[in-house]
């Protein structure tokens, strides 16, 4: 990986430890002990992440975060702390933390959060290049292929971007349902406005309802100060609730009235705020079977799925491949400052067969790390995963191997967690930063029994 990172600490040997760990996954790492050293390396060099603790000599976590945010605002900011609260950590979501780590650091945990953000960055990449496409005289969307499913896509888009409607996006994991979303966004008439995306699914549930609606001071015990809600900081613009499958049917009636009052209510708060922004969701579950299941409120489904937009997996439009392809490299080329031309015959017939269950996200991330592990101006088939020629006929099978082999990883990870938590399945999501019924459904998944 080629991604730069600065950890901050005063203590030396966690410190220097999560950079040991960090520099095994072929980061590029520096270390500061206080904030005024951390402030002049900023300066100094590009950071992708800066991991900071709150608690530091000098200048603490809370002023480095306002210097990265004036000087570096695409860097990502993950606060590590060992006085967490509510109020902590929404107050640093309010700042612009990314996420934050509790002390003392579990360093499965770090590796997790760290790769998730830097999957993040490499979308506001791509966020960044529809912006120029949009300024441009280019007709390009963001949104790439020419299949016919795309072009549906595309058709359904330019129709219902200029209207205020409410749009649900559908798709498996991995599809690009982002994407489409931001493009639905910037053909709008609040292009000029914040395009706010929310996970629902990678926030606890004990925060995700003040991250939404804020709420006042006093409302809750740790409220020392009145915090603005992600609602109203999409004033104007758009707000993108991804993966709202996920969300606890204690907080869908609140996320309706939302919707058909267009106001939002802080937390301890008598005065509701006028709401003047478009809502758009997407989930990579059947709502309707949610529905019938009763894990998803009927009423909410109907009107978030004003407009259904079917983002189809890859191995449905396996045409799209060789332009998916070219853009991946394209973007990678300027990220890495390398000068690939391409994928040779071979090996575009061999991304043509492969089955892509992780969809556009996995096709992206093997060519990444075939232009990290390759030298050439072509990739070949022994760059991709399991390289070898034999890959032409057996594909399937290689990719296959990678995904056990990350599905070990995951159950491991998460029974160690467990265990550090003594099987405290409330404190082991909030660690692993997924709800808690996320965290029930991957151990189910995965056969993980804890009692």
Request: aromatic content about 6%; some cysteine.
């Amino acid at each position: 990986m080629s991604s730069t990172i600065l950890v901050v600490d005063d203590e030396a040997l966690p410190r220097k430890n999560i950079a040991r760990v960090l520099e095994e996954e072929e980061y590029h790492v520096y270390e500061a002990e206080n904030g005024d050293e951390a402030i002049k390396a900023i300066n100094d060099l590009d950071f992708d992440l800066v991991l900071c603790d709150l608690k530091i000599p000098g200048t603490d976590g809370r002023g480095v975060l306002r210097h990265v945010r004036s000087v570096s605002p695409q860097t990502m900011f993950i606060l590590m702390t060992g006085y967490a609260s509510l109020e902590t950590a929404i107050e640093g979501f309010r700042g612009g933390v990314h996420d934050y780590i509790l002390k003392p650091v579990v360093f499965e945990d770090v590796l997790q959060k760290v790769k998730r953000l830097m999957v993040s960055k490499s979308l506001a990449w791509e966020v960044e290049l529809l912006r120029r496409q949009a300024n441009s005289n280019s007709e390009s969307t963001g949104v790439i292929g020419e299949s016919c499913s795309i072009r549906e896509i595309l058709a359904t888009i330019s129709k219902v971007a200029p209207t205020g409607s409410n749009v649900l996006i559908t798709g498996e994991s991995g599809v690009g349902k982002e994407v489409v979303a931001r493009t639905i966004h910037l053909q709008s008439p609040r292009k000029d406005k914040v395009f706010l995306p929310v996970n629902c699914s990678g926030i606890p549930e004990t925060l995700l309802e003040s991250q939404l609606f804020g709420h006042v001071k006093g409302a809750f015990t740790d409220a020392a100060t009145s915090q603005e809600g992600l609602f109203q900081r999409a004033q104007g613009g758009t707000i993108f609730l991804d993966e709202i499958g996920e969300m606890a049917l204690s907080l869908q009636p609140k996320i309706l009235r939302v919707i058909e009052d267009k106001e939002v209510l802080p937390i301890g708060s008598t005065h509701p705020f006028r709401l003047n922004v478009r809502m758009i969701a997407a989930t990579n579950r059947e709502l309707e079977m949610e529905v019938a299941e009763g894990r998803f409120r009927e009423d909410l489904f109907y009107r978030l799925n004003v407009i259904n937009i079917r983002v189809p997996p890859l191995r449905e439009r396996r045409e799209d491949i060789p332009l998916l392809v070219d853009h991946s490299i394209r973007r990678h080329n300027a990220e890495m400052k390398r000068t690939y031309k391409g994928v040779d015959n071979a090996a575009l017939k061999l991304l043509m067969s492969l089955p892509w269950k992780g969809n556009v996200r996995e096709l992206d991330n093997v060519l990444e790390l075939a232009m990290i592990l390759g030298d050439g101006e072509w990739i070949t088939p022994a760059e991709l995963p399991q390289g070898s020629a034999a890959q032409e006929e057996n594909g399937s099978e290689s990719l296959n191997n990678l995904r056990i082999a990350v599905q070990s990883y995951e159950k491991s990870h998460i029974e160690n967690v467990l265990k550090d938590t003594a099987g405290d399945k409330t404190r082991a999501a909030e660690l692993l930063g997924v709800s808690r019924s996320s965290l029930y459904r991957k151990m189910e998944s995965l056969g993980i029994h804890n009692n």
